[in-house]
């Protein structure tokens, strides 16, 4: 079982940029977990934004929209994941949930695929 908890939201203007943390609470090693960043916008279904496997296999995924402006991270040792976002457009409003996966390998777009969500943290960009 992981407990995650979502920092770092806030509303921006266009084109700024934002980072979001999430930290990360686990008897197992954070660094066994597949890490992901989901959005849900107004009256819209949760979607996939980025994600990372575990600390074995090195590798990073993003959305369509999210490539080429966001990055995902994480640092093993503050047990701590992170979304850098840059060239922030209005349609980047929303909550961000970040969700963990144990063992998560391979390219994990679903929320199915994950077991632990935090609570959330809000997005707004205005133009």
């Known amino acids: 079982q992981v407990d995650l908890v979502e920092s770092g939201g806030r509303s921006g203007q266009v084109g700024e940029s934002l980072t979001l943390s999430c930290a990360a609470s686990s008897r197992r090693p954070f660094s066994s977990y597949a890490m992901a960043w989901f959005r849900q916008a107004p009256g819209e279904q949760r979607e996939f934004v980025a994600g990372?496997?575990?600390?074995?296999?090195?590798?990073?995924y993003y959305s369509p929209s999210a490539k080429g402006r966001f990055t995902i991270s994480r640092d093993d040792a503050k047990n701590t994941a992170y979304l850098q976002m840059n060239s922030l457009r209005p349609s980047d409003t929303g909550v961000y949930y970040c969700?963990?996966?144990?063992w998560g390998s391979g390219t994990r777009t679903s929320e199915e695929q994950y077991e632990a969500w935090g609570q959330g943290t809000q997005v707004t960009v205005s133009s």
């Open positions: 990372i496997a575990w600390s074995g296999i090195p590798t990073t």
């Open positions: 969700a963990a996966a144990h």
